[in-house]
């Protein structure tokens, strides 16, 4: 293995709870039910492609426009719960992983389906940890498809036989494999198909796979 390439939400950082929390208000605010397995659903997938989970269980239909403002609804409310953050809202386990994958010569990546992935990462103080960072800004298709992990390990100088994803999403998972990329699923919702090389409950367990 020579690079290991980390999702960001949920992964390196617990935004996965807010963007939870920015979409149950939305459900709420448009009296959608909004269950666990959608929340699950959500992990991984593009801002719209979210949104249209969401918007299942509405019983009607929205315009594209209304849509767009839908998802900047949302966004803002996510944004105003990460303003916020700073080193402190990363767990210390994981910043110990990062460097001492980095002492025994691996090659870091973030790829994430996000469009604020980039100042997720600054206000935490995890920048300096990658040698790469793919973001919602630079793909074309979300995971499932593999593209945000092909273009990290394009950019890291490495194949998809390389490199190990570190997933917390079940669409997640999916792109790896998809991509040829072995992967390791941290919790139930990324574990759930059993399409995953690896299970773990903590980031310092890739220290035995790497
Ligand atoms: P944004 P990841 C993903 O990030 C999240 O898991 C997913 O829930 C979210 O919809 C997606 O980013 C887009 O995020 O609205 O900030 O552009 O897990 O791939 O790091
Ligand atoms: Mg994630």
Redesign the pocket.
Known sequence: MRAVIF????VLVRT?QA?DKAWRALAGRLGIPFDGRAAAR??????ME?LDIVLEGCGRSFTPAEKEALAAEK?ER?RALIAEMTPADVAPDTTVTLKALRERGLLLAVA??????RFILERTGLTPYFHAVVD?TQIARS?PDPEVFLKAAQVLGVSPAEALVVED?AA?VRAARCGGFSSAALGPAAAAEGLADHEIRSLPELLELV
């Open positions: 999702d960001l939400d949920g996965d963007h959500l992990r991984g997938v593009s801002r979210a966004n996510y994430s389906s996000s469009k604020n992935a919602g995971k999403a997640g």
